[in-house]
């Protein structure tokens, strides 16, 4: 199945993706942050807070921003 | 169901005509004219060396052609990528996204209002505390008809805790209602370019809530200014002294300069040369061999201070007159003895 896939970390990648029916928000995000804790993310699912054991529907929108973003001068 | 929120319904509408604007329909085309170009001008070159029997020169070019022509291949393939792309954009936005958008902002952050006549979206975040420093509320402001520029949007403080050095510096990286985005530039613009708002808003804040001590416009440490440690006001930092012998802060007024090193100290560390009365740091000052007092280079004099000098030629003085008094009472005695 189909999901919007949106990740704020470094570049910005946000597009569809496949992944397996029955996938939940936590394995989604092992797939997608190779390094990183998921308790360091803001994980968002159609624009709500979830759980780790949310598991994904057709068409969701996920969002992972991270918590801690350095700005600069 | 639950009712839709005619207000966020109305600024939505507005959202989306003025994003539509401004992201543009994506059509636009651009041909890699240059690499075909290129292709054009080395295959003419091969065919004229050809015909002039040049067949080595023909052998070179042909070389160039077979790099030109990848070239071109990629141009070509890199067009056709962003072509798919803007066909399969997941984020051209719709009326319902805009809706959905400011419905999820609304319920992230404390408020959320649009400017019909400014065209200015602006999301108000809690408090932001850094490492114990309250900095208040920031109201995060979005030009939307200037999406596509370099930063457009402004981050405000509302009850303002500015830097007791700079008053425009905010947060430790919003100076002037200007964001430096740092590791947040880029999702910043990829958030805007496809109209992602509550992407870039999440975001912005989620920079406000970092600090990033290695590069911030005034540290936290610093935050409520430097103090002059002899007299205690805030010292901006460029009015900002250091003794070069202890190290502590001080303002221009109560830092003083060694005549000797030039160096400047605090007034612990500064001494005043006993003749001329100028201000000394310690190890520019040395004592009178005679009475131990601290005295500059320039005044003493084979390690004696004026004072021990001229007490010293005075004794000398006084010694060789008392010495020729009693030479010559002693001569007056021989003269006597030889007369």
């Given at each position: 199945m189909r999901v919007l896939m949106i990740n704020n970390d470094g570049a910005g990648f946000a597009d569809y993706i496949d992944v397996e029916p029955g996938t939940t928000v936590e394995q989604l995000f092992s797939q997608q942050v190779k390094s990183g804790k998921a308790v360091d993310y803001l994980i968002r699912v159609n624009r709500l807070p979830t759980h780790r054991e949310q598991v994904l529907q057709e068409s969701d929108r996920i969002s992972i921003t991270a918590r801690k973003i350095e700005g600069a001068r | 169901m639950t009712?839709?929120?005619?207000?966020?319904?109305?600024m939505a509408r507005r959202l989306f005509e003025l994003l539509g604007e401004t992201q543009g329909a994506g059509l636009s085309v651009e041909l890699p004219m240059t690499a075909w170009k290129e292709c054009e001008r080395l295959a003419k070159l091969i065919a004229k060396a050809e015909a002039r029997g040049w067949l080595a020169a023909a052998r070179r070019t042909h070389q160039r052609f077979v790099t030109a022509q990848q070239t071109l291949i990629d141009r070509l393939s890199a067009a056709d990528?962003?072509?798919?792309?803007?066909?399969?954009?997941?984020?051209?936005?719709?009326?319902?996204?805009?809706?959905?958008?400011?419905?999820?902002?609304?319920?992230e952050f404390v408020s959320i209002d649009y400017d019909r006549q400014t065209r200015k979206l602006k999301v108000t975040t809690e408090e932001i505390v850094l490492d114990d420093l309250n900095l208040g509320p920031f109201e995060i402001v979005l030009e939307c008809n200037r999406i596509g520029d370099a930063s457009p949007f402004q981050v405000v403080a509302l009850d303002a805790n500015p830097a007791g050095t700079d008053s425009e510096t905010t947060h430790p990286h919003v100076q002037n209602d200007t964001l430096c985005e740092g590791d947040g530039r880029v999702p910043i613009e990829?958030?805007?370019?496809?109209?992602?708002?509550y992407d870039f808003f999440l975001i912005v804040r989620q920079i406000l809530g970092?600090?990033?001590?290695?590069?911030?416009?005034?540290?936290?440490?610093?935050?409520?200014?430097?103090?002059?440690?002899?007299?205690?006001?805030?010292?901006?930092?460029?009015?900002?002294?250091?003794?070069?012998?202890?190290?502590?802060?001080?303002?221009?007024?109560?830092?003083?300069?060694?005549?000797?090193?030039?160096?400047?100290?605090?007034?612990?560390c500064t001494e005043v040369c006993e003749a001329c009365h100028e201000?000394?740091?310690?190890?520019?000052?040395?004592?009178?061999?005679?009475?131990?007092f601290t005295f500059c280079e320039d005044c003493l004099t084979d390690e004696?201070?004026?004072?021990?000098?001229?007490?010293?030629?005075?004794?000398?003085?006084?010694?060789?007159?008392?010495?020729?008094?009693?030479?010559h009472t002693e001569c007056l005695g021989e003269a006597a003895l030889s007369s």
């Open positions: - | 009712k839709p929120d005619r207000r966020l319904e109305r990528w962003a072509f798919q792309s803007s066909e399969d954009d997941p984020h051209r936005s719709t009326a319902a996204d805009c809706y959905q958008e400011l419905q999820a902002l609304q319920s990829r958030a805007l370019q496809q109209g992602r708002l970092t600090y990033n001590s290695s590069s911030a416009y005034v540290s936290i440490h610093d935050w409520h200014g430097t103090r002059c440690r002899d007299c205690g006001t805030t010292i901006a930092d460029d009015d900002r002294d250091v003794c070069s012998r202890c190290e502590t802060d001080l303002c221009s007024d109560c830092s003083y300069v060694c005549s000797g090193c030039s160096e400047r100290f605090c007034h612990e201000y000394y740091c310690q190890a520019c000052l040395q004592s009178c061999d005679k009475c131990e004696k201070c004026p004072k021990c000098v001229e007490k010293e030629e005075a004794d000398e003085k006084n010694s060789s007159s008392e010495a020729d008094t009693q030479v």
